[in-house]
């Protein structure tokens, strides 16, 4: 059981990863035009649809990011089942994916889908036939199973349980961040989670959510984990430029100066090298993106365009204070509070790795 | 000892050629040849050919993900490890790879 969650996880985050360029693409060309527009007056571009000059022009560019925040679950679905039965998965994980926005089922339906998808590629490849037929097998028979299997699990029998699930979650993320205690406690353990692992799977959960349910056009939560990404890579910069260059080897010093960029640009990946040097800082980074997100959810942050991450996200934020308040509540909590409990200089480099050889876990294939 | 392998983190942007320099640095300090590709964002960086897998002991993988390529690898012992532990302990991770892939000898 383990080992098949496991493979799950290794899987989804495939899927991932694979999506990550779509949705950062299609975040961008949505937001850019809005932005220009906005700083004509124009909030709205979709009363340039059937116009023609300049807006019109954003108009078109605008629709076309949204073409690419819509192709999320269809990628995510695809490359699921890519990681678990390669290439001839992939044409059921798209089409399941693409099944799952249309029937309203989420981003769990997606998920479900691709890995119906990819484990029914798996068994398929394991039918043995005479070799001449082997032709027939793979080009007929594959797609017809494996599409078939998607469209009578995933289109059929898990389409009700599946809706009725992502609209209850649904309904209740909206019913969550429109009330403040219960968005500022959401806002908490988002902001908490991206600090866990930096970039690892908790840290893609909490990021994942964020943006299916910008998919779903409900930005809050995104905005949340955008928050938390941007503001603990800034609080190591903050620090580094903060206290006394004694207190950081020469390698560690420079780090903290990449991390302005890291945080500029909402990459949480730039935090790494503190956390590798001393583990313990995993409580103030979570502490940190938790304090972050929730003061802005506290003081109201939100968005009506898909949100920018990093710094940018200012301009895209409807309350701008909230979010450069919530930045700079996490950044200045880890800023202040790490060297304390932290030694970031080369004292005690001994080269030694304090992992015990027996908490390794092969895996053995 | 002669390692290839592959490490690949859901970013593809950080952890990846941590966990890839980690080993290869390890791996000098074992007086090994350990050579890991990194398949981040950008696709395969540092490349492992054929030549090199064919004269691989072991095959390391420093992920739970999809890797590509994989029948580059045929024949070989393939061993998963987490990402994070062979950025944490690159040295003991190798070795404790080469004690397992003698006792399946």
């Known amino acids: ?365 | 000892m002669n390692v290839v392998g592959v490490s690949a983190c859901p970013a593809g942007l950080a952890h990846t050629p941590m966990a890839a320099k980690a080993l290869e640095k390890a791996g000098k300090e074992l007086d090994w040849n350990v050579k890991i590709e990194q398949q981040g964002m950008m696709g395969p960086v540092n490349a492992i050919t054929q030549t090199e897998a064919d004269k691989a002991d072991f095959v390391l993988i420093a992920s739970d993900q999809k890797i590509t390529s994989m029948e580059r690898f045929e024949g070989k012992p393939v061993i998963r490890v987490d990402i994070n532990t062979c950025i944490q302990a690159p040295k003991a991770v190798l070795k404790k790879c080469a004690t397992a892939i003698k006792k399946e000898d």
């Open chain 1, 1 to 365: 059981m383990k080992r098949i969650l496991k493979e799950w996880e290794g899987a989804i985050m495939s899927g991932i990863s694979y999506m990550i360029p779509t949705v950062i693409g299609g975040a961008l060309i949505v937001g850019i035009p809005q932005l220009i527009g906005m700083c004509f007056g124009y909030g709205d571009l979709s009363k340039f649809a059937k116009s023609t000059g300049f807006f019109h022009m954003l108009y078109q560019i605008n629709s076309v990011g949204w073409i690419g925040i819509g192709l999320v679950n269809l990628v995510i679905g695809g490359y699921i089942a890519y990681a678990l039965g390669d290439k001839a998965a992939l044409g059921a994980g798209f089409i399941g994916g693409q099944l799952a926005t249309n029937n309203n089922l989420g981003f769990l339906g997606a998920i479900a889908a691709g890995l119906i998808a990819g484990y029914v590629t798996r068994w398929c490849k394991k039918i043995k036939v005479p070799e001449k037929w082997n032709s027939a097998i793979e080009l007929i028979v594959m797609p017809l199973l494996t599409v078939g299997a998607v469209a009578v699990f995933v289109g059929v029998i898990l389409t009700p349980p599946l809706a009725w699930i992502n609209s209850g979650l649904t309904a209740w993320v909206k019913y969550m961040i429109n009330q403040k205690t219960n968005a500022i406690l959401l806002a908490a353990i988002m902001g908490g989670m991206i600090g866990v692992d930096l970039g690892g799977p908790v840290n893609k959960a909490a990021w994942g959510v964020g943006n299916f349910f910008m998919i779903e056009g409900i930005y809050k939560p995104c905005l949340y984990t955008n928050i938390a990404i941007c503001a603990i890579p800034m609080g190591y910069a903050i620090m580094s430029f903060m206290w006394p260059k004694k207190r950081f080897s020469a390698e560690l010093l420079e780090m903290g100066h990449n991390n302005l960029i890291m945080g500029t640009f909402g990459i949480t990946e730039g935090a790494i090298p503190f956390m590798m040097k001393a583990p313990q800082l995993i409580i103030v980074n979570v502490i940190g993106g938790a304090l972050g997100s929730a003061t802005a959810a506290f003081l109201g942050v939100g968005s009506h365009v898909p949100p920018l991450g990093g710094l940018p996200g200012i301009l895209t934020a409807d309350n701008v204070f909230a979010y450069i308040a919530g930045i700079l509540v996490c950044a200045l909590f880890i800023a202040v509070v790490a060297p304390l409990i932290a030694d970031f200089t080369d004292k005690d480099a001994t080269g030694e790795e304090n992992v015990n050889e027996d908490d390794i876990q092969l895996n053995i294939q």
